[in-house]
């Protein structure tokens, strides 16, 4: 789940709580191109304004004008957008496309608190509801479950956000840090160095001059967290490799070139990982773009974290070389 869709819900729940009439709108189904996924979601209230999205922007107006016109649905209800290439090309989606969406009246808004609680203890939870007698509910996710909706009964699943742990505080990291804030993760830096940690200024992001190590520990890494480790010291790098190998994170990268990267493998070797939790290292880390810069390393990073949340392959990458340790 994506912050857009968790700020939704949160302004669904304080406009009802204020007097408003609230509607949510689910993509429950999409043919050909669709700029939003099933289970994504929107918010509308009674006066027309809308938080979150469905579609890039025609569907929206027309569910703006539904409610302002008066056409306000008690249950929820199932509406098709571009059936007809006609429809298709009036309301802005790809030719021959297609959009099934439910639009359901909110009526208790204490599941939308368990669903944020939930999602705040980084746990994955499923939001139920009967579309015969509109009764909603919660119950625990489990990983890759995915939104579901059987012509009765929608699941939708809510986890939390995608998290980074960025070690060291330099310009690179802070570069890094304002980009993965706009790709919506949670930014975790931790740099216990005197130099640097006074010119950390990155807003949103959370600092701390604890031990990485320790930072690993305590955030619990789980498969929605990724590591970069941006210190060029081995001292404070491998230290939060040696946890974050053996951890169930999606992408784990350490700067260095191709010679210091074999190298550090070499010493990971010493300590209790197997050879191919050593190889789930992303060394030298970023995709290889051509840059070298701060700004244009970040976007290398991120490429690659990108690409391997998604199973992209990884064809712009510098290989180590057959003759590292791992």
């Known amino acids: 789940m994506d912050s857009l869709d968790l700020n939704a819900l949160t302004l669904a729940r304080d406009w009802h709580r204020a007097g408003h009439a609230v509607w949510l709108v689910t993509v429950l189904e999409t043919w050909g191109s669709a700029p939003r996924p099933p289970g994504a979601l929107l918010v509308l209230r009674d006066d027309g304004v809308v938080a979150g999205s469905v579609s890039g922007g025609c569907?929206?107006?027309?569910?703006?004008?539904?409610?302002r016109d008066g056409e306000r649905v008690d249950r929820p209800t199932l509406f098709t957008y571009g059936i007809s290439k006609d429809e298709a090309a009036r309301f802005g989606l790809p030719c021959g496309g297609n959009l099934?969406?439910?639009?359901?009246?909110?009526?208790?808004?204490?599941?939308?608190?368990?669903?944020?609680?939930?999602?705040?203890r980084h746990e994955l939870v499923a939001r139920c509801l009967d579309l015969p007698s509109g009764r909603v509910w919660l119950e625990a996710a489990v990983r890759g479950e995915r939104f579901a909706f059987d012509g009765s009964l929608l699941r939708g699943i809510f986890g939390p956000?995608?998290?980074?742990?960025?070690?060291?505080?330099?310009?690179?990291?802070?570069?890094?840090?304002?980009?993965?804030?706009?790709?919506?993760?949670?930014?975790?830096?931790c740099d216990p160095r005197d130099a640097y940690h006074e010119a950390w200024n990155v807003p949103g992001s959370t600092f701390t001059r604890e031990m990485p190590d320790d930072v690993a520990l305590a955030l619990e890494i789980d498969p929605h967290c990724a590591v970069a480790a941006l210190t060029h010291d081995p001292k404070l790098d491998d230290l939060v490799l040696l946890e974050a190998l053996k951890s169930p994170a999606f992408y784990v990268?350490?700067?260095?070139?191709?010679?210091?990267?074999?190298?550090?493998?070499?010493?990971?070797?010493?300590?209790?990982?197997?050879?191919?939790?050593?190889?789930?290292?992303h060394g030298p880390i970023g995709l290889h773009l051509g840059g070298n810069s701060p700004a244009e390393i970040a976007?290398?990073?991120?490429?690659?974290?990108?690409?391997?949340?998604?199973?992209?392959?990884?064809?712009?990458?510098?290989?180590?070389?057959?003759?590292?340790?791992?």
Do not use: Y
């Open 100 to 120: 099934r969406l439910l639009l359901e009246p909110l009526g208790r808004t204490d599941w939308i608190d368990g669903v944020l609680e939930r999602v705040g």
């Open 59 to 67: 569907i929206e107006d027309d569910l703006i004008a539904r409610v």
């Open 161 to 189: 956000r995608w998290r980074l742990l960025i070690v060291g505080a330099g310009p690179l990291s802070q570069v890094l840090a304002r980009m993965a804030l706009a790709l919506d993760f949670e930014v975790i830096c």
């Open 253 to 281: 990268g350490a700067l260095g070139s191709r010679r210091h990267t074999a190298q550090r493998k070499e010493r990971l070797a010493q300590f209790d990982l197997s050879r191919d939790e050593i190889n789930r290292l």
């Open 299 to 326: 976007v290398s990073i991120l490429a690659e974290m990108i690409a391997v949340r998604h199973g992209v392959p990884l064809a712009q990458k510098k290989s180590v070389g057959a003759g590292s340790a791992a």
